[in-house]
Structure formats: structure tokens, C-alpha cells
């Protein structure tokens, strides 16, 4: 921030097309959606996917008002009283859950050291490195989820990870969230355009990474900040000015929160703040 100028980042957010930001909501609306029907494939025997979905809004809400993604707990605590799921049954589906979209996400941007030429080698190699260790990761889980036998707590929480140890669905659940991620890129490249920014597909995917790597720690709400810099960071190594990278940080989190907040809101108010319990 100390090497911006404010007239400079005004200027860059008055440029904005605004229509391709309604663009954008539609797009992170979808991507719910498709985070929605993982957690569909992964709960077996599952919900309905609209049920599903309002607990991917709510939870996404939660954790935009809300430090260190309280939203998770948000999501858990009323498949417990709603619907009888086990507390650490939805725990181990959202630890399966963490694995799975960090693979999907190492899958869809392993192209882009050949794709994009003059990367540094060190973007290369966090994606390389972080690959190797969300599949090593991948592969422990799995191997405790098929050998071990457990009951209580530890055995329903290894039941929510049987995804595991059902390769159709976990097809299945990679395909839906590979293609949640590219839709993160599609609105990505959405902000892009309505700031006049231009960046190819694989620049896009770059900032896909650099982003989520930022936010991978639960920090301030809706990773206010944390958010930003991953952005700057990925769009510095693009040679895209820092007023521009910041304005597009700040219009990608505002297209993505404040709607799904609002819905949020909408549909359990009182919950998220804190007037009342989810009810059964």
C-alpha cells in the first residue's frame, strides 16, 4: 500500500465495466452450486442438493462476517440437529472435502509452468511442491480410511472420509470440483475484463493459485487482506500495475461476498448473528 497512489486505484475502479461484474455474481453463484453437489457425492446417504446448497450459503456468509472460517462449524452444526447427521460423520466429509478441492485446484493449475512462458521458477515450484504434498496427503487419508477400523467418534468421522474408498464417486467429486475451480477462473478473468486488465487463460489460473494459496490459512473475515495480497502477488509476477491488481482483488471479494452474504442473511439471519441456535 505505501507504493500506491489513492487516485490511482480510484482510477482504476472507475474504469470498471460494471454489467461484467453481474457476470462475475452469476459465476460464484454457480461455483456454489457445484461445491454444493460435492458435498452431495461425498454425504452418502445424502441430502437433496438444494439443502446442501443453502448450507454452502450460509456457511460462505458465515465466514465473511465472521474471523478464522467459522462458517465451517455453521455448515456441521445443523446437518447434525436438521437432518441426524453425526457431528464427526460431517467433520470427516469436510476433511475430505479440504483434500479433494486442494487436489482439484494442484489439477487444474499443473499446466501452468509449460503454459505460461517466462514464469519464474519459483511460482513453478510451489505449484510442483504443493502438488507433491496434497497428494502424499490424499494418499495417507485414503490408506487410514481403507485399513483402519475404528468405533465412536473416530469411526464416524472415517465413515464421512469414505469417499475415499469409492473411486466412481470420487471421480465424480474431483470432475464437479475441477470444474468449480475453472469457473473461479472464468470469474477471475471476468474481473479482469472489466477493468480493462489483460490476462490470458493461463495467467488467469496463475492468480487462481497465487489467491488460494493467501487465504489457505483462516485468518480475518471473508480473508479481507490475505485475499488482496494473493492477488497482487500473482498479478506482480503478470507485470500488471499494483493499482490495477488491487482493484482487482477488492471487485472479485465484493462480487463474491456481498451477495452470497445478503442470501445468507436471507436465509438464516438470526443464526449467523447469533440470536438463535440452528433449530431442528
Avoid: C
Avoid at 474471523?67 to 467433520?91: C, I, K, M, Q, S
Avoid at 495417507?140 to 481403507?146: E, F, T, Y
Amino acid at each position: 500500500m505505501r507504493e500506491l497512489r489513492p487516485g490511482d486505484l480510484g482510477a482504476a475502479l472507475a474504469r470498471a465495466t460494471w454489467p461484467l461484474l453481474v457476470l462475475v455474481v452469476a459465476i460464484d453463484l454457480a461455483i456454489l452450486v457445484a461445491r454444493a453437489a460435492a458435498w452431495r457425492l461425498m454425504l452418502a446417504p445424502s441430502l437433496p442438493l438444494r439443502v446442501h446448497l443453502r448450507y454452502a450459503i450460509v456457511a460462505f456468509a458465515a465466514s465473511a462476517l465472521l474471523p478464522l472460517r467459522a462458517g465451517e462449524a455453521v455448515r456441521v452444526w445443523p446437518l447434525r440437529e436438521r437432518h441426524g447427521v453425526p457431528l464427526a460423520t460431517a467433520a470427516g466429509v469436510a476433511v475430505a472435502d479440504k483434500l479433494l478441492t486442494a487436489t482439484a485446484l494442484l489439477l487444474v493449475v499443473a499446466p501452468v509452468p509449460l503454459l505460461h512462458a517466462g514464469l519464474p521458477s519459483t511460482a513453478a515450484r510451489w505449484i510442483v511442491g504443493l502438488g507433491v504434498g496434497v497428494a502424499l496427503a490424499l494418499a495417507v487419508a485414503a490408506l487410514v480410511v481403507r485399513r483402519r477400523r475404528a468405533d465412536g467418534a473416530l469411526g464416524r468421522a472415517l465413515a464421512g472420509m469414505s469417499i475415499l474408498r469409492r473411486p466412481r464417486a470420487l471421480a465424480a467429486t474431483l470432475g464437479v470440483l475441477v470444474v468449480s475451480w475453472l469457473l473461479d477462473g472464468a470469474a477471475m478473468l471476468a474481473v479482469a475484463a472489466a477493468l480493462g486488465v489483460p490476462l490470458s487463460w493461463a495467467g488467469t489460473l496463475l492468480v487462481v493459485f497465487t489467491v488460494n494459496v493467501a487465504i489457505a490459512v483462516p485468518s480475518t473475515p471473508a480473508q479481507v487482506g490475505a485475499l488482496q495480497l494473493g492477488a497482487i502477488a500473482g498479478l506482480d509476477l503478470l507485470g500488471v500495475a499494483r493499482a490495477e491488481a488491487l482493484a482487482f482483488g477488492l471487485l472479485y471479494q465484493a462480487a463474491q461476498v456481498l451477495p452470497v452474504v445478503v442470501l445468507g442473511l436471507a436465509l438464516e439471519g438470526r443464526a449467523l448473528v447469533g440470536r438463535r441456535a440452528p433449530a431442528a
